[in-house]
């Protein structure tokens, strides 16, 4: 058996000798796929092993993926999964039918390919990738959902020539890496349009229509925009999904039009055989969180008092979130909030409530905002608060104020939401002492 001391000793090192975007931001980033390629080479291509589905956009990734591979896995494929990034385990990147990668399995791998490693230098999205496809590869899996890093033309996952794309939607985020305007934003996601190959589009707007239009119609691939599909009127509440937040809606017009796509794909119905049934689909899309363990999708932390928790963190993810939050019930509204720093905060502002007390705080990474700085630049702005220096101390302030009736929300950023699920997991009945 594994030890857990050199397990964790391991990821340690190939934390910090090859920093993660998710760990220190955009100087881990590592545009082009050239080292992927070559350590792709190395492994054997094990991406072509198995059939794929490849995901970008800016948001909706993850609740697609999540979906998309429970819906698949209750049909009765062994469904790998490629996600990113992480809230609680590392491993929870790498899945099959929901089930996380072993730490042996990763430790057996980051030995083996250390030399590689100190060698050709591959960023930690593109070790993590080789990791997940070999993976996949060698545990036979029938089809893989992968999600894409940042962006999709450069992104390291782009080695793969899938059955179908998605892309989910196009909004600023990651500007400085991806473009300044929408139409820029949209050329990189739609880098994963791979020729003939179908792809489908969630939501598009008159600036990235063209774009879509232009490239697929270049790579002869059909093109299918799920809000004109005939999917287009389906609500998430038809599903009774149990993952939670208005922008579900979005996202599960997405995921049907692919598995409509799908169901004309005639090598991947000889696959899927007899379990590709429509009852089997349902089943999985409505209970993707309890397949894939997805967590941090508008989730109820606790009931009495009602905390919510949701790891939107960009403005077009966070308008929607707060939108809903406005119009919950609740006597009084608390929220924790944080950010990393390098997120454009100004349209954010915008669509925070006024109505709420925040706690503003800060989250265990290095990329974190500091939570002065925030909230000097809230008050400035007419919001009421005070500061805690991480999200525990945050948690244990409202602990001393609650009432029933009350509201409390968590969010701003993936780290936020990962620091509150581990504080509060750790604590049993933590508002109830």
Known sequence: MLN?????????????????YQKVGGRAYKPGIETMKEFDARLGYPHKKFMTIHIAGTNGKGSVSHMLASALASAGLKVGLYTSPHLMDFRERIKINGEMISRERVFD???EWKEFMLEQKPSFFEITTAMAFDYFAKERVDIAVIETGLGG????????????SIITNIALDHCEHLGYTLPEIAVEKAGIIKPEVPVVVGEVTGQTRPVFEAIAGERNSLLIFAQESRFK??????????????YQTHNIRTVLAALYVLGHNQPFL??????????NLRDGISNAAKNTSLRGRWEQLNSDPLVICDTGHNANGLRVVFSQLRRQKADRLFIVIGFVAEKDLEKIFGYMPKNAYYFF??????RALSAQKLAEKCKSLGFEGEIHMNVGAALEAYKRIQKAGDLLFIGGSTFIVADAINFLENRDNFFAD
């Open 361 to 366: 705080t800060q989250a265990s990474t290095e």
């Open 233 to 246: 009127d389906v609500l998430a509440t038809d599903y009774k999904l149990d993952l939670k937040g208005d």
């Open 270 to 279: 000889a696959k899927a055989g007899e379990g590709w049934r429509d009852e």
């Open 4 to 20: 857990i001391e050199i397990y964790n000793r391991e990821l340690e090192w190939i934390f910090n000798q090859f920093p993660s």
């Open 109 to 111: 791998f980051l030995t």
């Open 153 to 164: 033309r450069l992104d390291s996952t782009n080695v793969i020539t899938p059955i179908l």
